[in-house]
């Protein structure tokens, strides 16, 4: 089993920054894909940035430039540093966990993001 606790969601405006984290339960980077997702009022859950094991990354055309997903092996903890926030960047953002040989999958109970015009 593995526990993924997002935190660093909030209001703010337009072009401001935040940045997400998700902290896991034991150490799991070395054996999982990492990814945050969104998903917004009426719309599907969709895949914001991925990490894989060995550090190969992936970005949602609408984030690629704003958005950077880290990691910190030391502390199990997951980021996502978002830049020139817009409106359409408000949604539930989740934290996912992959196993990446048995695809197992584990998810956060994710964090508010809102930005105001």
């Known amino acids: 089993q593995v526990q993924l606790v997002e935190s660093g969601g909030g209001l703010v405006q337009a072009g401001g920054s935040l940045r997400l984290s998700c902290a896991a339960s034991?150490?799991?980077?070395?054996?999982?894909?990492m990814g945050w997702y969104r998903q917004a009022p009426g719309k599907q859950r969709e895949l914001v940035a991925g990490?894989?094991?060995?550090?190969?990354?992936n970005y949602a055309d609408s984030v690629k430039g704003r958005f950077t997903i880290s990691r910190d092996t030391a502390k199990n903890t997951l980021y996502l540093q978002m830049n020139s926030l817009k409106p359409e960047d408000t949604a539930v953002y989740y934290c996912?966990?992959?196993?990446?040989?048995?695809?197992?999958?584990?998810w956060g109970r994710g964090t508010q993001v809102t930005i105001s015009s």
């Open positions: 996912n966990a992959r196993h990446e040989v048995l695809r197992i999958d584990y």
């Open positions: 034991r150490s799991i980077f070395s054996i999982y894909t």
């Open positions: 990490i894989t094991s060995s550090g190969s990354t």
